[in-house]
């Protein structure tokens, strides 16, 4: 068999193998946060634009919603404003909020809109803001005092940070249905106009909660939930996933990511994914073979 006969059978077994997964998902809708290491490398970038218009192509309905911090921390220092993080989370006056506003909507997101059009497909950038797509309110958090002689928490002004207090998925809904992929900058706005930076899992969380999607993909820079042995974790529930976290296997960073997985499949998303995307074709690669390439959280028991 000659070299081009052997490539010409592997494309024909990956697409035979693929063949049942596009068939039981066509219609349905992914909400895909797109993030790390995927947003930065140019290989990786054409990587993952190619995929979303292929799911495109073969009937699926991807909808991105993306980060941004780095990009954001690099345009403050540029201007000569320091970056500030409490408990991970930046902390927005009203100019960083401008900035935050300005590389979200437009560099970060117009990029993206970019590169999967260049691809073939036909994306539309939007902010939260748009057609009332995000309505967001102030982020609140306390932090503990080290004195036991203080039980009251200290209560920390994060500025324009915000959580989503609800989400109007009518922009989406007629992009999807006119053939559009949605790109979404997690920017809210709240009640008095105001603009709120949103984390990005969270909104993708939230917004594949009210699409009732059928997956919730998070692209990461780890190769998913390892247990204590390194091994990846995969084909869990949500009684599974809370004993990993009272047994101290999640932990740190990684407990937003799994919190936000584990509030969509029980809010009625059928699976949510986390994945490693700074593997080519990662999206793909768990979509579409019986291996996949993250890990996979399901609804059940709790």
């Known amino acids: 068999m000659s070299l081009n006969t052997q490539r010409a059978t592997h494309i024909a077994q990956v697409l035979t193998e693929a063949l049942p997964y596009i068939q039981r998902f066509s219609g349905k809708t992914l909400v895909i946060k797109y993030g790390g290491n995927a947003m930065v490398d140019e290989d990786l970038k054409n990587s993952f634009a190619r995929d979303v218009v292929l799911m495109k192509a073969v009937g699926l309905n991807p909808v991105i919603v993306h980060g941004g911090g780095p ?9 000569g404003k320091q970056s500030e993080f409490i408990n991970g989370m930046r902390v927005t006056d009203s100019e960083t909020m401008d900035i935050v506003e300005m590389v979200l909507g437009g560099q970060v997101n117009k990029s993206i809109v970019n590169l999967i059009n260049s691809h073939g497909g036909r994306a539309v950038g939007l902010t939260g803001k748009d057609g009332s797509l995000i309505y967001a309110e102030k ?14 928490p200290e209560m920390i002004d994060l500025g324009h940070v915000g959580k989503v207090s609800s989400i109007d998925t009518s922009v989406i ?7 559009f992929i949605p790109v979404i900058a997690p920017i809210g706005v709240g009640s008095d106009g105001e ?11 939230k917004i594949a909660e009210v699409l009732q999607a059928e997956k919730l993909i998070l692209l990461t820079n780890t190769a998913g939930l390892l247990d204590a042995d ?3 974790l995969t084909g869990l529930n949500a009684r599974q996933v809370n ?3 009272d047994e101290g296997v999640i932990y740190g960073g990684m407990l937003p990511k799994i919190g936000c997985a584990l509030d969509a499949v029980q809010a009625g998303v059928t699976t949510a994914h986390i994945i490693d995307g700074r593997v080519q074709h990662a999206v793909l690669l768990e979509l579409f073979t019986d291996e996949g390439v993250g890990t996979l959280i399901r609804g059940g028991a709790r």
């Not at 982020?139 to 009251?152: E, F, I, T």
């Not at 603009?195 to 969380?205: E, F, K, R, T």
């Open 195 to 205: 603009s709120y930076n949103i984390n990005a899992d969270l909104v993708a969380g």
């Open 139 to 152: 982020l609140h958090v306390s932090k503990g005092s080290d004195d036991p002689a203080v039980k009251a």
């Open 230 to 232: 390194g091994k990846l």
């Open 173 to 179: 809904d007629m992009l999807i249905h006119s053939d």
């Open 71 to 79: 990009q954001i921390g690099d345009l403050l220092q540029r201007v």
């Open 243 to 245: 004993e990993l976290i």
